[in-house]
Every structure is written in structure tokens, then in C-alpha cells.
């Protein structure tokens, strides 16, 4: 799993960077990080963002894991990038 984890950052990282996306400054996280953990919580959670969130906290994937409410924020500014990306 984690494996696939990674590469699919990877992939999504690329992707963003292909499309000419700049995160924000300010953000602590990259988009391709919470890009990254929606993924890992449709295909191995359920959809569930909290048991995502927590296992890239306890296994250590990113320098910083949002809280719930700012990933679920965050996830929903990205929303528009998601079918170009899909693509």
C-alpha cells in the first residue's frame, strides 16, 4: 500500500505541475499531498478522511497532516482540479 501511496503522489504532484498549478505561500501542505489522502481515503477507508488523516500522521508521509476540518476545506478548493486531473 504504501508503495502505490507514493507513487500516486507522484503522479499527482506531476500532474499538478503539468497543469500550471502554484499552491498558496502560505500553505503548509501541498495540494498534491491532500490530492494524495482523499485518494488513500476512497481506496482503502471508505471515504473516511479522519482514518486517513491519521495513518499519514502515525506512519509519518507528509512534514505536516492538516487537521480534518482544514483538510476537508482544502480538499473542497481543489474540487475543481479533480476531473482535469482524473483526465
Do not use: W
Not at 507528509?62 to 482544514?70: A, I, M, N, Y
Amino acid at each position: 500500500m504504501l508503495s502505490r501511496l507514493i507513487a500516486a503522489f507522484c503522479i499527482i504532484d506531476d500532474a499538478l505541475q503539468a497543469m500550471g498549478y502554484k499552491d498558496d505561500p502560505q500553505a503548509k501542505t501541498p495540494a498534491s499531498a491532500i490530492l494524495t489522502l482523499a485518494l488513500l481515503a476512497a481506496l482503502e477507508f471508505g471515504g473516511k478522511h479522519n482514518k486517513a488523516l491519521a495513518l499519514a500522521k502515525d506512519l509519518g508521509l507528509f512534514t505536516h497532516v492538516p487537521s480534518p476540518s482544514r483538510f476537508n476545506r482544502r480538499l473542497h478548493a481543489l474540487y475543481p482540479l479533480l476531473l482535469p486531473l482524473l483526465h
